[in-house]
């Protein structure tokens, strides 16, 4: 079965965290929700709280096929400065396996070169920050293993993308309209 980790850090975008975290888990995805720092408590950016599965340190990145990184302004930069988690996403993507990112969070790959010559999305703000990519307005873009996505407004969208990488789409699709999405 995949196993996808999401990561969490002080300022997180509490939406796009969750929505992924919830779709996955209704479609029977195992994804663990990860602080990146040893608190298991972790305050999103609208001051809610979520307790994670995990800490960093307990995370075995073998068992793993895709790493997620959620937006926030604060989260974002505190996810960029873990060294560990960035050396993570760096093997990840140069393994071949999935990474995602939204809002905020894609101007991490940028920043670390994943987005030369990649089709890509961000929160309007930091587009800026994806060197090299091919900047769109969609939604969502899968390019090869990297997804990237927009902000909360399209954290659904995204969740049912990263979803759709390891489940049949008629699921994804059927999940759709379960929860009435459009």
Not at 53 to 60: G, L
Not at 74 to 94: C, K, P, S, W
């Amino acid at each position: 079965m995949s196993k996808i980790a999401i990561f969490f850090a002080k300022g997180y975008e509490e939406i796009e965290a969750l929505a992924v975290v919830d779709v996955c888990r209704r479609l029977g995805l195992s994804i663990d929700m990860v602080s990146v720092t040893e608190d298991k408590a972790v305050e999103g950016s609208h001051r809610i709280v979520v307790n994670m599965d995990k800490t960093f340190s307990e995370v075995n990145f073998d068992e793993y096929d895709m790493l997620l990184l959620p937006g926030g302004g604060e989260g974002t930069r505190n996810l960029e400065v873990h060294q560990a988690l960035m050396a993570q996403i760096d093997a990840f993507y140069a393994a071949g396996k999935y990474i995602g990112a939204i809002c905020a969070a894609p101007s991490i790959f940028g920043h670390r070169g994943i987005l030369r010559g990649r089709r890509a999305c961000s929160y309007p703000d930091f587009e800026s920050h994806l060197e090299g990519a091919v900047v769109t307005a969609g939604p969502v873009e899968i390019d090869g293993n990297v997804i990237t996505s927009r902000g909360m407004g399209t954290a659904i969208d995204f969740a049912l993308a990263v979803a759709g990488l390891f489940v049949e789409q008629e699921k994804v699709d059927g999940l759709a309209r379960g929860i009435v999405y459009r």
